[in-house]
């Protein structure tokens, strides 16, 4: 068998409302509880070894977060959507070298009463792109990148199903039923009872050790009760841009 060493955040009775948005946001959910879970790290991280399992992913969440990962190899122009997309099979390549079985739930139409919020954020996004100058180091998101996404889900030959609406509680559901891990970064995932592994502490690098007479392969992701880096990655994240 092979192994993915992760860092999974307990689940404590926060109490929280879902807000999902994208303009851009590195991470969504309730403000300022990943900050507070950061700086409680001896407290509230636990070591956990991910292997021979199923996953449950929040799809639209690791899109976001992928692309800001491959977005160091692109153009300052944007639009480079195979570095993109090559960064996505790589993702799940990892995945199934540790015997990983990914199933990505992707968010579907909007409710009515999210129609106002939604529509200002658009604007919002159409007025932050106004203001970018050439050479700027800020962050845009091509007009195609979900697409990209689904298409690299696609090559990657990862199941993936799109909910009806936002698909936080069908990712919840589906995990505590097949009672395995969910991979996002969205601190919801902190109060719906389910393992919840947020997709900045992996460090996407595999590592083999051996275990009796077999060797192993691990992903080994970075322990946020040892790396103060990594707080002060997770804290500044934390608040979304």
Not at 29 to 39: E, F, N, Q
Not at 61 to 88: K, T, W
Not at 121 to 137: E, H, P, T
């Amino acid at each position: 068998p092979t192994t993915v060493t992760v860092r999974e955040r307990a689940r404590r009775g926060f109490l929280a409302s879902s807000d999902c948005s994208c303009r851009i946001d590195l991470k969504m959910g309730v403000r300022g509880l990943t900050t507070y879970i950061a700086s409680n790290a001896e407290r509230y991280l636990d070591p956990h070894e991910l292997h021979d399992t199923a996953l449950v992913i929040d799809g639209d969440n690791l899109c976001i977060q992928l692309f800001v990962r491959s977005e160091a190899r692109m153009s300052p122009f944007g639009g480079n959507y195979d570095h993109f997309a090559r960064a996505v099979v790589e993702f799940f390549e990892l995945l199934r070298k540790c015997n990983v079985r990914p199933l990505v739930l992707l968010d579907g139409g909007y409710e009515k009463n999210k129609l106002k919020t939604v529509r200002s954020r658009m604007l919002g996004r159409i007025q932050f792109v106004a203001r970018v100058k050439a050479g700027s180091n800020r962050l845009i998101i091509p007009l195609l990148m979900r697409e990209v996404f689904v298409e690299a889900l696609r090559v990657a030959k990862v199941p993936f199903m799109r909910c009806l609406f936002e698909a936080d509680n069908e990712i919840a559901v589906l995990a505590r039923k097949l009672d395995c891990p969910v991979l996002s970064y969205d601190s919801d995932f902190y109060i719906h009872n389910v393992k919840y592994i947020p997709y900045v502490t992996v460090n996407h690098k595999v590592y083999r050790k051996v275990i009796g007479d077999e060797e192993n392969y691990e992903i080994e992701l970075v322990d946020k009760r040892k790396s103060k880096r990594a707080n002060r990655v997770l804290a500044k994240q934390g608040e979304g841009v």
